[in-house]
């Protein structure tokens, strides 16, 4: 454990990412080079994510880095009763262009997705 609670929260986040893609410990960690027992410690909480290993570890689940500590950081901030791990999906190329597109129509048309003009 780290003295920093968002860091903290990162193993649960990927625990939740491996999980809602039905991946392993062990196929995670062939993708990624970084021996089993790492990831093991890392998801267990007993050893703290380096960047290096959080960005393979991202790259092999399909997420962005960001993500996965806004999820940690929204974690962190909620009482430990209560502290919801929603799965992310994986982005595309697709998704990127479909989100960028319907920002620019709105800037150029001055309105929202709905069809109602801003204020």
Known sequence: MSNDPVLDAVPAVL???IAYR???????SRETGIPQSTISRILS???VVDLEQ???????????VG??????????QTPDDYA?????????????????????A?????????????D
Do not use: F, H, W
Not at 22 to 28: E, P, V, Y
């Open 54 to 64: 959080l960005v393979q570890i991202c790259r092999a689940l399909g997420v962005s």
């Open 84 to 104: 919801p791990v929603i799965p992310l999906r994986r982005e595309t190329s697709e998704d990127v262009s479909s989100i960028v597109g319907r920002a620019a």
């Open 45 to 47: 909480g007993q050893r």
């Open 67 to 76: 993500a996965v500590m806004d999820q940690a950081e929204r974690a962190a």
């Open 22 to 28: 039905n991946a392993s410990q062990s196929s995670l």
């Open 106 to 118: 709105r800037r150029g048309k001055g309105k929202k997705e709905d069809g109602l003009e801003d």
């Open 15 to 17: 625990r939740a990412q």
